[in-house]
Structures are given as structure tokens and as C-alpha cells.
């Protein structure tokens, strides 16, 4: 298998006791066939304690109880201690690769950094502009393993990956929301061909929104339509509205208040400062915000950059999987708005903006949207009904 990681991927360390913000919490942690036997094999007392620390999730997996939502492995000193009795092996996979989120699909090997892990954000707000794959340096465990993806067809996802990093980072004037948009139109054109079977135009097709209108005149959706000419005027291209709402509706207060309170008191500011603005006014007054930040931070519109770039790294690859394209696109854009939003709130909430702060934010973002099949589902729902 040949296998590729990001450029920064060997430059992790975890920083364990040291750690600002913990991941051995507020997860639902999967443990794997391959551990779960291990303590099956153990008939002493530790194996018994080991079997009675997983329940069954519903789903036909097994997953960590969490009392308190900590991992029940987390000693006082807020380390694994199975790490540190040496027994890595009975450890769930998920725990021993965090954050290394390493999949194949088919004959391709990917190596990313997850950045819900504080210490892995930090690193990569360390790196600049576009990231890319390098060769991995030794053999890569595998934690997910897409044995039926079709190699072409990855091949072409991956081609046209760079294609849309190469618009991403085009050096011209158009602002980054310019850029979503005539990204998306690329996705939306090569994703009606998909439609019809016409798998060999990954990477073919066209990023103008003048393109779009030759090629497929009758299939022109809302998003595209609606923000072709709202984007030049400086706007947001996925509509502020429709983060607001997901904001407001996807992060249940109950679920906030026992994982993530820091979370919970910047959607709570957001909600106070934000929910009663006008839906056509919001769009404006976001963007004047954001254009306040960039301009009193230099370095921000490219970190937030960064931030879009790498998770069009993460997710589009994945999109073999189904061969629906919108969907890592949409994932991306999605989370980018959604952590533009928490640092707009994060400022107005009376804040100085820095890297580390910018870290935590990030941290947040990550884990309130990734790795959450049911939120992915309910976003690509909402996006159904009101984007398209
Ligand atoms: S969040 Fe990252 S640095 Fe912190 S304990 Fe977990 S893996 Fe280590």
C-alpha cells in the first residue's frame, strides 16, 4: 500500500500531564474487535474490571462507559494509566493513533492530524500557507480501512483535490468567499455528472459560476444562484442564516454542559449578541466584523485559510466512500463559518485574539463538528432543504 501523510505529521508528541485541554474525555470512544479480545483473553481481575469499563453502543459496536464522561482509564494525575503500566496494547486503537487519523482507501494510504487535540492545532497553526501530503516513512497502522473504494476513483478525488487547493490558494484579489464559491460550483458541476454516471470528470470541470450556467443551465442551485452576485459584494458565501441555525440547533444544551462548557459559554454569548439580528442584515454585519479582525490581525484571514485548506485535505478524500462529492466540500465550508463565528464571538465577548486562543477555538470547533455522523447527517439535511 502506498501511504502519504501530512507534511507535519511526524512532529507530534503528546504533551499528557501537560495538557491544557485533556482528550481522555467527552468522547465516545469505539474499542475495537482486536482490543476487545485481548480482554476477553485476561481471566483475572484486571480482565474483568477491562470488560466491565465497555458497553455495547447500539450500533453493533462496543465503546467506552464513560463515568462522568472521563475515560475510566484516567488517573488522578490525568494520564492513561494503561500507558503507563506499558500496556499500550490494551489500549482501543482509537486511543493509541489520537490524534493521527489514518485511513485507506483501497490501495491509498492518508496520514492526517486531528485537530481536536490542543497540542496538534497548536502545531499545525505553527505551519504556513498550503500543506501538503509528503510520503510516509515507515509502514502506516491503519485505523479505518475502506476495502471496497475504487482505486481510479481515488486517484481522481485526489487530483482533484489539488486542483481545488490550487483555486484556494490562487494569488489574486478575490477574498476567500469568492473562492468558496467558485470551489463549490466545481463540486456542484462535477457532482451532476457523477449523477450520471460520468465519473471520469472528477477534475475536468469548470469553476466559474458562467460555466455552470452553459453546462447545466436547469440545475442551478439556491446557494449558487442566490450568492453568485452577493459574494462580490463582500458577503459570506454559506449564508450566515443558515450557520446561525445550526448553531442554535445542533448543539444541545445538555450534551454542552456536561463536555463542553467552554463551548457552551461562547454559543450562549453568540445566541445573546447575535439572535436577534435581521436574517438579510446578518451576512453584513458578520463580514464588517471579520473585516475589523483581519485588519487588526494580520495573520488571521490566513490561518482561517489554513483552517478551510486542511479540512478539504481531511475530508475530500473520503468522498469515495459514497461518491458524493458535496458532501466533504460542504463539511469543510461548513466548519470554517462555524469557527469564524466563534472567533468573532470569542472578540466581541471582550477578548484579545492570539495563537493560543485561536487553538482552543479551533479545538472546540473540531469537536463539536467531526467525527459526528449524526451532525453531518443533519447539516446535509438542512442543506438539502434550505441551500439547494
Ligand atoms: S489532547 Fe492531544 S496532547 Fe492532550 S492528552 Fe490528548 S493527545 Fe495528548
Not at 465516545?28 to 458497553?55: A, C, F, I, Q
Not at 487530483?159 to 468558496?180: F, G, V
Request: hydrophobic share 35%; with cysteine.
Amino acid at each position: 500500500m502506498k501511504a502519504n501523510v501530512i507534511s507535519f505529521f511526524y512532529k507530534f508528541k503528546c504533551t499528557a500531564e501537560n495538557c491544557t485541554d485533556n482528550c481522555c474525555r467527552a468522547w465516545e470512544l469505539p474499542v475495537d474487535e482486536e482490543t476487545y479480545e485481548r480482554y476477553l483473553e485476561k481471566k483475572n481481575l484486571e480482565g474483568l474490571k477491562l470488560r466491565l469499563s465497555v458497553k455495547k453502543d447500539g450500533k453493533g459496536g462496543r465503546i467506552l462507559r464513560m463515568p462522568f464522561g472521563k475515560c475510566p482509564h484516567l488517573s488522578k494525575e490525568r494520564l492513561c494509566s494503561l500507558q503507563c503500566k506499558g500496556d499500550e496494547c490494551l489500549m482501543p486503537k482509537v486511543c493509541r493513533l489520537f490524534p493521527r487519523y489514518t485511513v485507506s482507501y483501497g490501495s491509498t494510504g492518508i496520514g492526517m492530524i486531528d485537530l481536536a487535540c490542543r497540542e496538534a492545532t497548536r502545531l499545525f497553526l505553527e505551519q504556513e500557507g498550503r500543506l501538503s501530503l509528503i510520503p510516509a516513512q515507515e509502514s502506516l497502522e491503519i485505523y479505518w480501512e475502506i476495502e471496497e473504494a475504487d482505486d481510479s476513483f481515488e486517484e481522481a478525488l485526489l487530483t482533484d483535490l489539488e486542483l481545488i487547493l490550487d483555486e484556494l490558494w490562487k494569488e489574486d484579489d478575490s477574498a476567500t468567499e469568492e473562492k468558496e464559491r467558485r470551489i463549490f460550483t466545481h463540486i456542484y458541476i462535477e457532482h451532476l455528472d457523477l449523477v450520471r454516471g460520468e465519473t471520469e470528470s472528477i477534475g475536468k470541470a469548470g469553476f466559474s459560476y458562467e460555466y455552470l450556467e452553459q453546462t447545466h443551465p436547469d440545475e442551478i442551485p439556491f446557494l449558487l444562484k442566490e450568492r453568485s452576485k452577493a459574494v462580490y459584494s463582500g458577503d459570506m458565501f454559506i449564508p450566515s442564516g443558515f450557520i446561525n441555525n445550526i448553531i442554535y440547533s445542533e448543539f444541545e444544551e445538555g450534551y454542552l454542559i456536561l463536555y463542553h462548557r467552554s463551548a457552551l459559554k461562547l454559543i450562549n454569548a453568540f445566541k445573546k449578541k447575535y439572535g436577534k439580528l435581521y436574517e438579510k442584515d446578518a451576512d453584513a454585519f458578520f463580514m464588517e466584523k471579520w473585516k475589523e479582525l483581519t485588519g487588526k490581525y494580520e495573520w488571521l484571514e490566513g490561518k482561517f485559510k489554513s483552517y478551510l485548506s486542511y479540512k478539504l485535505q481531511m475530508n475530500y478524500p473520503g468522498a469515495g466512500i459514497d461518491y458524493y462529492i458535496i458532501e466533504p466540500v460542504l463539511m469543510a465550508m461548513v466548519s470554517a463559518e462555524i469557527l469564524r463565528m466563534f472567533i468573532i464571538t470569542h472578540t466581541q465577548m471582550g477578548n484579545d485574539l492570539n495563537m493560543n486562543d485561536l487553538s482552543g477555538l479551533i479545538c472546540e470547533c473540531e469537536r463539536l463538528t467531526s467525527h459526528n455522523i449524526p451532525f453531518t447527517k443533519r447539516v446535509m439535511e438542512r442543506a438539502r432543504k434550505e441551500l439547494f
